[in-house]
């Protein structure tokens, strides 16, 4: 009897050690991403926000259908005049979707993937980081549950393509998401390409935003999954009447012709109030901040494009976001390039002598 005790015994604390060691085992073979809260672990993408800081959108470009339609073709000058400025990234808007297959497995085009390779190379060498932003892929907005199974596919292949990339490779699931495409559902379809991207890179930064354009009034409806490695962004055209006087694309613009900005106590502390509702979320839940597009359209008179455009520039690194200007070369931009100089009263108000 005492030796059937001594056995039992023995077994109950070979099983005990058993369990205990396969417990640990399995908890250390969850993925770190997984394991912890973005409160505790939140300090990496913050520190990889910051070199986000003074970043300036590449806009125009690889989100026409086709680069070149809309004017504007990367230059690897430009590149090297943005480096030279004192820019820390660029943010690359792409069509993905112009350059995919329509069927299964909606194969990326190689030669598109080449050009991509070529810009990012490009910025990579000149010291700068580069954001890989998924643009206009309208049908996803207009028809979300059709199209998710592309979208997810075309991240697989961008994510299986750069996943030897340096860290200095962001990547951002996707710009402005609006209409159909509703809170509900883009929190579901941002968390499964985040499960996408995580198989081939799993320490990579990401950036997501909010639905209705990446407005800051929808950041209270964002659920980002928790992955320790996301960056949230908006983008901030307020007031719209001012930033986009006359702009041809957006209908009834030209009423608000004349339109100007001071910088009166009151026109910068709505400014303000936006921004700290914005600063309020990011506390509230630990995830750094990226402001990736705040412009003024060129119809506006220039002295008030300069004093608005220093306004949100100072006012969102008062609130620890990094930044990116809405753009380079374009009806926005901060780059002349008919005639290959800055427009220098605008980047000083970027970037300060």
Same mark, same amino acid.
């Given at each position: 009897?005492?030796?059937?005790?001594?056995?039992?015994?023995?077994?109950?604390?070979? %099983?005990?050690?058993?369990?205990?060691?396969?417990?640990?085992?399995?908890?250390?073979?969850?993925?770190?991403?997984?394991?912890?809260?973005?409160?505790?672990?939140?300090?990496?993408?913050?520190?990889?926000?910051? @070199?986000?800081?003074?970043?300036?959108?590449?806009?125009?470009?690889?989100?026409?259908?086709?680069?070149?339609?809309?004017?504007?073709?990367?230059?690897?000058?430009?590149?090297?005049?943005?480096?030279?400025?004192?820019?820390?990234?660029?943010?690359?808007?792409?069509?993905?979707?112009?350059?995919?297959?329509?069927?299964?497995?909606?194969?990326?085009?190689?030669?598109?993937?080449?050009?991509?390779?070529?810009?990012?190379?490009?910025?990579?060498?000149?010291?700068?980081?580069?954001?890989?932003?998924?643009?206009?892929?309208?049908?996803?907005?207009?028809?979300?549950?059709?199209?998710?199974? @592309?979208?997810?596919?075309?991240?697989?292949?961008?994510?299986?393509?750069?996943?030897?990339?340096?860290?200095?490779?962001?990547?951002?699931?996707?710009?402005?998401?609006?209409?159909?495409?509703?809170?509900?559902?883009?929190?579901?379809?941002?968390?499964?390409?985040?499960?996408?991207?995580?198989?081939?890179?799993?320490?990579?930064? %990401?950036?997501?935003?909010?639905?209705?354009?990446?407005?800051?009034?929808?950041?209270?409806?964002?659920?980002?999954?928790?992955?320790?490695?996301?960056?949230?962004?908006?983008?901030?055209?307020?007031?719209?009447?001012?930033?986009?006087?006359?702009?041809?694309?957006?209908?009834?613009?030209?009423?608000?012709?004349?339109?100007?900005?001071?910088?009166?106590?009151?026109?910068?502390?709505?400014?303000?109030?936006?921004?700290?509702?914005?600063?309020?979320?990011?506390?509230?839940?630990?995830?750094?901040?990226?402001?990736?597009?705040?412009?003024?359209?060129?119809?506006?008179?220039?002295?008030?494009?300069?004093?608005?455009?220093?306004?949100?520039?100072?006012?969102?690194?008062?609130?620890?976001?990094?930044?990116?200007?809405?753009?380079?070369?374009?009806?926005?931009?901060?780059?002349?390039?008919?005639?290959?100089?800055?427009?220098?009263? %605008?980047?000083?108000?970027?970037?300060?002598?």
């Amino acid at each position: 009897m005492k030796s059937k005790q001594i056995t039992r015994v023995f077994i109950l604390l070979c %099983l005990t050690s058993l369990l205990t060691t396969n417990c640990k085992k399995k908890a250390s073979d969850t993925p770190e991403i997984l394991k912890k809260e973005p409160a505790s672990s939140s300090v990496f993408a913050s520190g990889m926000n910051q @070199r986000l800081a003074r970043t300036v959108n590449l806009g125009n470009a690889l989100e026409a259908p086709h680069e070149g339609d809309w004017g504007m073709v990367i230059r690897k000058a430009y590149i090297d005049s943005i480096a030279g400025a004192g820019f820390t990234a660029v943010r690359i808007p792409i069509k993905w979707s112009a350059h995919a297959g329509s069927h299964k497995p909606y194969p990326v085009d190689p030669a598109f993937f080449n050009r991509i390779d070529e810009v990012t190379e490009w910025c990579l060498g000149a010291g700068l980081n580069a954001i890989i932003d998924f643009h206009h892929y309208d049908e996803l907005t207009s028809d979300p549950e059709r199209h998710k199974e @592309r979208f997810l596919a075309i991240w697989q292949q961008i994510s299986a393509h750069y996943k030897n990339a340096p860290d200095s490779i962001f990547f951002e699931l996707l710009n402005e998401p609006h209409d159909a495409l509703t809170s509900a559902l883009w929190n579901r379809y941002l968390a499964e390409a985040v499960a996408v991207i995580r198989r081939d890179n799993p320490q990579r930064i %990401l950036i997501a935003g909010p639905v209705h354009w990446n407005g800051l009034e929808s950041l209270v409806n964002l659920v980002l999954p928790p992955d320790t490695m996301l960056i949230a962004t908006f983008h901030y055209y307020h007031p719209f009447h001012f930033t986009h006087q006359g702009a041809g694309w957006v209908e009834g613009s030209d009423a608000w012709l004349g339109t100007t900005w001071t910088g009166t106590p009151e026109e910068k502390q709505a400014v303000e109030d936006d921004f700290s509702t914005v600063a309020d979320w990011s506390r509230t839940y630990k995830r750094p901040v990226f402001l990736g597009e705040f412009g003024a359209y060129e119809k506006a008179d220039s002295a008030s494009r300069v004093t608005w455009t220093r306004s949100i520039r100072e006012t969102a690194e008062k609130n620890n976001f990094s930044w990116a200007y809405w753009e380079f070369g374009a009806g926005f931009g901060i780059y002349d390039r008919e005639q290959n100089r800055w427009r220098e009263r %605008l980047l000083h108000a970027l970037i300060p002598r």
